[in-house]
């Protein structure tokens, strides 16, 4: 069974910066597509990165510039780094992941067949 666990999430002011990590599990590799979502409080959850099995990365608008999604396909491990965090990135992040290798497959959240449990980031101005 695919788990999904995410860790790093944490409370930092304005200008910080977090590395999220989600180590999977259940699968003998992560050459698929894999993503970044997150959701704050009253909102939908959205997407803010994602990466295909070819290392191919897209970005949400307003995190451009500022985050980035890579992978660790020898320990199976996603990561979002996370720079000059702003209080609006306050939300849970999840990583998920979808059944196909690339990303292009994937454009809505209702794609990714699996979803960890969430990691909170807590951006104080």
């Known amino acids: 069974q695919v788990q999904l666990v995410e860790s790093g999430g944490d409370s930092v002011p304005a200008g910080g910066a977090l590395r999220l990590s989600c180590r999977v599990s259940?699968?003998?590799?992560?050459?698929?597509?894999m993503g970044w979502f997150r959701q704050a409080p009253g909102k939908e959850r959205e997407g803010v990165a994602r990466?295909?099995?070819?290392?191919?990365?897209t970005y949400a608008n307003s995190v451009k510039g500022r985050f980035t999604i890579s992978k660790d396909s020898a320990k199976n491990t996603l990561f979002l780094q996370t720079n000059a965090l702003k209080p609006e990135d306050t939300g849970m992040y999840y990583c998920a992941a979808a059944g196909f290798s690339s990303c292009r497959y994937a454009p809505r959240a209702t794609d990714f067949a699996y979803w960890g449990q969430g990691t909170q980031v807590t951006v104080s101005s």
């Open positions: 259940g699968y003998s590799n992560i050459n698929f597509c």
């Open positions: 990466i295909s099995s070819d290392g191919t990365t």
